[in-house]
């Protein structure tokens, strides 16, 4: 069972703005921890992490500039802030922990114990 649930998906239009939640089932949130996204016939990939303090942070190329990864550890919430959205941007996100040590050089890679959960959809679309 995942100790994440994702939130904030919807349909948008592009240039559109989301803000997805990451919240943590878990009695405290201290992992560094990632938004991956996947589309329809496509594999998984990471989107962006950030490390348990907040103090490190990854983008993908594509999402640079556009998107933005938070997160409030009294909430144990993590966020993902999207602008300027884009039809390719269409996708399940997911979040999941991810591996400090590899996130020391910018990899954003799921550690091995990480079970997904349900995701949430989102669609940017005319």
């Known amino acids: 069972q995942s100790q994440f649930v994702e939130s904030g998906g919807g349909l948008v239009q592009p240039g559109g703005s989301l803000r997805l939640s990451c919240a943590a089932s878990?009695?405290?949130?201290?992992?560094?921890i990632g938004w991956f996204r996947q589309a329809p016939g496509k594999e998984r990939l990471a989107v962006s992490c950030i490390s348990s303090s907040g103090d490190r942070t990854s983008y993908e190329n594509s999402v640079m500039g556009r998107f933005t990864i938070s997160r409030d550890n009294a909430r144990k919430t993590v966020y993902l802030q999207m602008n300027s959205l884009k039809p390719e941007d269409t996708a399940a996100y997911y979040c999941?922990?991810?591996?400090?040590?590899?996130?020391?050089?910018?990899?954003?890679?799921?550690?091995?114990?990480?079970?997904w959960g349900q995701g949430t959809q989102v669609t940017v679309s005319s």
């Open positions: 878990t009695l405290s949130l201290d992992s560094d």
């Open positions: 999941a922990s991810v591996n400090a040590m590899l996130l020391r050089y910018n990899l954003c890679v799921p550690t091995a114990d990480n079970v």
